[in-house]
Nanobody, 120 residues
Framework: QVQLVESGGGLVQAGGSLRLACAASGRTFSNYAMGWFRQAPGKEREFVAAIRRNGVKTGYADSVKSRFTIYSDNAENTVYQQMNNLKPEDTAVYYC?????????????WGQGTQVTVSP
C-alpha cells in the first residue's frame, strides 16, 4: 500500500504561482512513478503531469507545458508540482497518483486531493 497526502493548494490570482506537494508513505517511494491529475467542476478527471521512477523522465498535458514542472525528492519521499502563470482554467481539485511502473489513466493509488482556485 502507498499513502499519498497532497498539500499546497489555495487561492491565487491569474498569473500567480503555487507549488503542490505530495508526500508518500508505505512502500519504497522510488519504486513508483508519480503523477498529478485534476478535476474541475462538471468535468472529468484529466492527466496533468507525471515523472518516472528514476526521477528524470517527465511528461505533461499540452495545456500546462512550459508552465508546470513536476519533480521529486526521493530523500523526502515527496513529489512536487510547481505551477507558474496560473490561469482561471487551471482551477480544479488536484490529485496526486502513483503507479508501479508508469502513470496510467487509472493509477493504483490516489491522494485525497487539494483545491486550486485561480481568480481572474
Amino acid at each position: 500500500q502507498v499513502q499519498l497526502v497532497e498539500s499546497g493548494g489555495g487561492l491565487v490570482q491569474a498569473g500567480g504561482s503555487l507549488r503542490l506537494a505530495c508526500a508518500a508513505s508505505g512502500r519504497t517511494f522510488s519504486n513508483y512513478a508519480m503523477g498529478w491529475f485534476r478535476q474541475a467542476p462538471g468535468k472529468e478527471r484529466e492527466f496533468v503531469a507525471a515523472i518516472r521512477r528514476n526521477g528524470v523522465k517527465t511528461g505533461y498535458a499540452d495545456s500546462v507545458k512550459s508552465r508546470f514542472t513536476i519533480y521529486s525528492d526521493n530523500a523526502e519521499n515527496t513529489v512536487y508540482q510547481q505551477m507558474n502563470n496560473l490561469k482561471p482554467e487551471d482551477t480544479a481539485v488536484y490529485y496526486c497518483a502513483a503507479d508501479p511502473v508508469v502513470i496510467t489513466r487509472t493509477p493504483d493509488y490516489w491522494g485525497q486531493g487539494t483545491q486550486v482556485t485561480v481568480s481572474p
